[in-house]
């Protein structure tokens, strides 16, 4: 006697009317948080061709002159500080960041979930006490230098605080976790067979880490890239605890010239300024995410 199997029905997908309840939940959020970004850009955009009374205080018009004064050396030796700081953070955390996903995502087992918590929850505490405490680490008696003197590779005149090294060990040290969560989410998805083909037909694992893991999760670390350096390029606390009056970087200028300098113009035109860079290269990072799904859909 036959049986016939009752075919499974497929699960119903989200409908359309559910689709537009979300639509509209998300509609509140997304004004408050748009509106309060274009205010806030129309404030410091109004406040840079603004001027300042005998008293320092802001008083709203129009003087070119704080756009004028951007043209000073000084103020361009700062920006591609900042920016060399940021960029040589991003590489070092990428580099940091891909053995660790790797590992995790690939050999972690049962205990990816204990490991990805043990990298992330450290993080939860406050950024300027992790600084303080990371000043304290690579202080000329800290660990890091005793013990680099106790191996021969440092002598007493070493110094790591008050130097460039020190500002981005700071920064890398508060935004890799940045590189490793998108990393770890493209490793995570991506299939390992590929790695084993790869391997068929590349042999060695470095040939098929550059050949097949690293094209595969590339928009993980292009996405990882970018939310190390937004926070990195403007950032001030690493360079204002780790770094000397030589390192200063554009986030502390920003608030020396508001804070300080009750220069709110000029604050405010270096702000549009670091903005600037920043759009720059969130468009690079949003043409290069158009065309990788392009080229996916291919």
Not at 27 to 40: D, E, H, N, Q, Y
Not at 172 to 196: K, N, Q, T
């Amino acid at each position: 006697m036959l049986r016939l199997k009752r075919a499974r029905r497929p699960l119903p997908g989200p409908s359309a009317s559910g689709a537009r309840l979300w639509a509209w939940l998300m509609v509140p959020g997304t004004l408050w948080m748009t509106g309060f970004l274009i205010a806030s850009l129309l404030l410091v955009a109004t406040l840079a061709v603004g001027t300042t009374d005998d008293l320092g205080n802001p008083r709203f018009g129009f003087d070119l002159s704080s756009i004028r004064a951007l043209a000073d050396p000084a103020y361009a030796d700062v920006m591609l500080r900042s920016l060399g700081y940021a960029l040589l953070t991003c590489v070092i955390c990428l580099l940091v960041a891909y053995p660790v996903s790797y590992t995790i995502a690939l050999h972690g087992g049962r205990f990816k979930n204990a490991l990805i918590s043990a990298i992330v929850v450290p993080f939860f505490a406050n950024y300027l006490v992790r600084m303080y405490g990371w000043s304290v680490v690579l202080s000329d008696d800290g660990p890091v230098l005793s013990t680099l003197r106790k191996l021969g590779l440092a002598d007493s005149g070493t110094k790591i605080l008050n130097t460039g090294f020190g500002v981005v060990a700071g920064l890398v040290y508060g935004f890799v976790v940045f590189m490793i969560i998108p990393l770890y989410a493209a490793l995570e998805r991506m299939d390992v067979s590929l790695i084993e083909a790869g391997r068929d037909l590349y042999g060695g694992p470095v040939r098929t880490f550059f050949h097949v893991t690293l094209p595969a999760t590339r928009q993980g670390a292009a996405a990882g890239l970018v939310l190390v350096f937004l926070p990195a390029m403007g950032d001030f606390v690493s360079a204002q605890l780790l770094g000397g009056p030589d390192q200063i970087m554009i986030g502390n200028l920003i608030q020396d010239k508001f804070f300080q300098g009750q220069n709110w113009p000029l604050g405010s035109a270096l702000t549009m300024m670091l903005m600037l860079v920043l759009l720059i290269g969130m468009l690079g990072y949003l043409r290069r995410t158009r065309k990788d799904e392009a080229e996916a859909r291919q």
